[in-house]
T-cell receptor, first 115, second 113 residues
């Protein structure tokens, strides 16, 4: 069964450094998402992306964050200058369409640890 | 988005059916009910979704009441591998942008021997 893959599984970065998290969505999917989960807290929506532009973003997704689809298969999340509070699990998801009856499928996440 | 209410935790004996309830009394007519689960710290796993009718797939069944104000996810023969946090999510219809999922705290299901 097709799945969303994320790399790396664990990223350790010094505060203030830039980090890029990578995702390969399911191949025929057109809508892409990033969520994050701080340890012990809820899964939170960050951003959705369609047709090479951001569809919606949350308050968390400030100027330090950016997303890109650099080629036909990858979808990336960049954090420009990491802070301690960016430490979390980051999940990528994709769906065939953005409508309510098309499920989003998630990858297993990247654990980001900021030192 | 319509809010959902789930019990914080439930236990189920292995081999028995696990019935996980969810209240969504403010759901509107065109919003879908979705169920996901999260095993340990893995990514949320899609289970099933429905609008009005009951649904069944290889993983579970979804029973939605006629007034749509509540639903029940049924795992017919729970195994230890079904131990996870289960999320009931009401998802808005397409609004011109890709509709996000809003996760609550879910129900922690513990399956025991």
């Amino acid at each position: 069964e097709p799945e969303v893959t994320q790399t790396p599984s664990h990223q350790v970065t010094q505060m203030g450094q830039e980090v890029i998290l990578r995702c390969v969505p399911i191949s025929n999917h057109l809508y892409f998402y990033w969520y994050r989960q701080i340890l012990g807290q809820k899964v939170e929506f960050l951003v959705s992306f369609y047709n090479n532009e951001i569809s919606e973003k949350s308050e968390i997704f400030d100027d330090q964050f950016s997303v890109e689809r650099p080629d036909g298969s990858n979808f990336t999340l960049k954090i420009r200058s990491t802070k301690l509070e960016d430490s979390a699990m980051y999940f990528c998801a994709s769906s065939e369409a953005g409508v309510g009856n098309q499920p989003q499928h998630f990858g297993d996440g990247t654990r980001l640890s900021i030192l | 988005d319509a809010k959902t209410t789930q019990p914080p935790s439930m236990d189920c004996a292995e081999g028995r059916a696990a019935n996980l309830p969810c209240n969504h009394s403010t759901i509107s007519g065109n919003e879908y009910v979705y169920w996901y689960r999260q095993i340990h710290s893995q990514g949320p796993q899609y289970i099933i979704h429905g609008l009005k009718n009951n649904e069944t797939n290889e993983m579970a069944s979804l029973i939605i009441t006629e007034d749509r104000k509540s639903s029940t996810l049924i795992l017919p023969h729970a195994t230890l591998r079904d131990t996870a946090v289960y999320y009931c999510i009401v998802r808005p219809p397409y609004t011109g942008t890709a509709s996000k999922l809003t996760f609550g705290t879910g129900t922690r299901l513990q399956v025991t021997l």
